[in-house]
T-cell receptor, first 115, second 113 residues
Framework: EADIYQTPRYLVIGTGKKITLECSQT?????MYWYQQDPGMELHLIHY???????EKGDLSSESTVSRIRTEHFPLTLESARPSHTSQYLC??????????????FGAGSRLTVL | AQSVTQPDIHITVSEGASLELRCNYS??????LFWYVQSPGQGLQLLLK??????LVQGIKGFEAEFKRSQSSFNLRKPSVHWSDAAEYFC???????????FGTGTRLQVFP
């Protein structure tokens, strides 16, 4: 039972449209992440946040932007979608564990297709 | 730099057979290691993790993994596979004090009856 929710699950949209992928978590986690996943490839971190008003770019350059106005909400926006943005986008959150590395909880993903 | 290699892109086993999925990592210090499973159309679910201590780690759904420092490996095993185990499996490595996990490219497991 996921405590992190992504909408929409599937989206097919035309080139040039603005899209927002929603991500919400009910666990009170401070840290949230967006990963991009393509078939046969590793997951790539594109954005992360340590808390409200904190956003950082990940290892993979992305034309998308994110915001963190509320702890539980971490939406991702593409101002002008292109076919190269077609991918699956996974949202995750974590609470920093005392031992160190974070254990991530993932949402079910948003599969975006840009025609 | 940290990296993770999953040499097997696709593995097929019969139901009831044993399973071993390979994972090799590259990291200068003791890593934190994870295995996640992704069922079709779903997000990733944590199977197990290794932070320290006993190098044989037990996870959910009957899976276990063994950390072998000398081989830089963290292979996932299950003694008897069920049809519901068909999914994609991802190994990941992290480091203390970092917020980022490095994932492998995944191994797709197919189970035949």
């Amino acid at each position: 039972e996921a405590d992190i929710y992504q909408t929409p699950r599937y989206l097919v949209i035309g080139t040039g449209k603005k899209i927002t992928l929603e991500c919400s978590q009910t666990m009170g986690h401070d840290k949230m992440y967006w990963y991009q996943q393509d078939p046969g490839m590793e997951l790539h971190l594109i954005h992360y946040s340590y808390g409200v008003n904190s956003t950082e770019k990940g290892d993979l350059s992305s034309e998308s932007t994110v915001s963190r106005i509320r702890t539980e909400h971490f939406p991702l926006t593409l101002e002008s979608a292109r076919p190269s943005h077609t991918s699956q986008y996974l949202c995750a959150s974590s609470a920093l564990k005392a031992l160190g590395a974070n254990v991530l909880t993932f949402g079910a993903g948003s599969r975006l297709t840009v025609l | 730099a940290q990296s993770v290699t999953q040499p097997d892109i696709h593995i097929t086993v019969s139901e009831g057979a044993s399973l071993e999925l390979r994972c090799n990592y590259s990291y200068g210090a003791t890593p934190y290691l994870f295995w996640y499973v992704q069922s079709p159309g779903q997000g990733l679910q944590l199977l197990l993790k290794y932070f320290s201590g006993d190098t044989l780690v037990q996870g959910i759904k009957g899976f276990e993994a063994e950390f072998k420092r000398s081989q830089s490996s963290f292979n996932l095993r299950k003694p008897s596979v069920h049809w519901s185990d068909a999914a994609e499996y991802f190994c990941a490595v992290g480091a203390q004090g970092t917020d980022k996990l490095i994932f492998g490219t995944g191994t797709r497991l197919q189970v035949f009856p």
